[in-house]
T-cell receptor
Framework: DGGITQSPKYLFRKEGQNVTLSCEQN?????MYWYRQDPGQGLRLIYYSQIVNDFQKGDIAEGYSVSREKKESFPLTVTSAQKNPTAFYLC???????????FGQGTRLTVV | AQSVAQPEDQVNVAEGNPLTVKCTYSVSGNPYLFWYVQYPNRGLQFLLK??????LVKGSYGFEAEFNKSQTSFHLKKPSALVSDSALYFC?????????????FGGGTRLMVKP
């Protein structure tokens, strides 16, 4: 089955730690995105990538980093510089601009 | 900069009644517009999109949306609501005239359908 896989589903982080959220797609899509969703709120764009080895900051990139070494993978690192990382993180991909985005099932990150 | 507004945090309707979830947008170029639905602790599922052509687009689960260029709106509608339609709905826009590929979402509207 083609799709987007995010792992882990739940992640706990101690204060001061970096953690990496995985996002893998086998849809052969060029563009990939990371969004943050806070309770009862909308999606805010963290980073996006249109091609391998290239990515752009979204609206809330501070405290996050990404890489795009392979077309199918777009991992997100939540660094210790992100002061309020507890949220639901969603990864998405899309083949072209005029097509819909496909979403993973999300990773819920909690700081303990 | 592109943006999307969903003016209602929550919409309440009775089962069997028509429903409307509102969305307005702002982009520099041609708008590519999308509606998604989200169930608790899940990713977003695509419902429908407007790229070009007829202003009334039909999508999954009996939903439809009307593109209105003069009002910069893309409201989601359904003639007869079901309790199972209760979920969080997101409108999104991409600037079709922009070489970039950024997809911007509205804040979401929670739809509650009561039996």
């Amino acid at each position: 089955d083609g799709g987007i896989t995010q792992s882990p589903k739940y992640l706990f982080r101690k204060e001061g730690q970096n953690v990496t959220l995985s996002c893998e797609q086998n849809l052969n899509h060029d563009a990939m995105y990371w969004y943050r969703q806070d309770p009862g709120q909308g999606l805010r764009l963290i980073y996006y990538s249109q091609i391998v080895n290239d990515f752009q900051k979204g609206d809330i990139a501070e405290g996050y980093s990404v890489s795009r070494e392979k077309k199918e993978s777009f991992p997100l690192t939540v660094t210790s510089a992100q002061k309020n990382p507890t949220a639901f993180y969603l990864c998405a991909s899309t083949p072209y601009m005029n097509t819909e985005a496909f979403f993973g099932q999300g990773t819920r990150l909690t700081v303990v | 900069a592109q943006s999307v507004a969903q003016p209602e945090d929550q919409v309440n309707v009775a089962e069997g009644n028509p429903l409307t979830v509102k969305c307005t947008y702002s982009v520099s170029g041609n708008p590519y517009l999308f509606w998604y639905v989200q169930y608790p602790n899940r990713g977003l599922q695509f419902l429908l999109k407007y790229i070009t052509g007829d202003n009334l687009v039909k999508g999954s689960y009996g939903f439809e949306a009307e593109f209105n260029k003069s009002q910069t709106s893309f409201h989601l509608k359904k003639p007869s609501a079901l309790v199972s339609d209760s979920a969080l709905y997101f409108c999104a826009v991409r600037d079709g005239g922009n070489a970039g590929n950024m997809l911007t979402f509205g804040g979401g509207t929670r739809l509650m359908v009561k039996p």
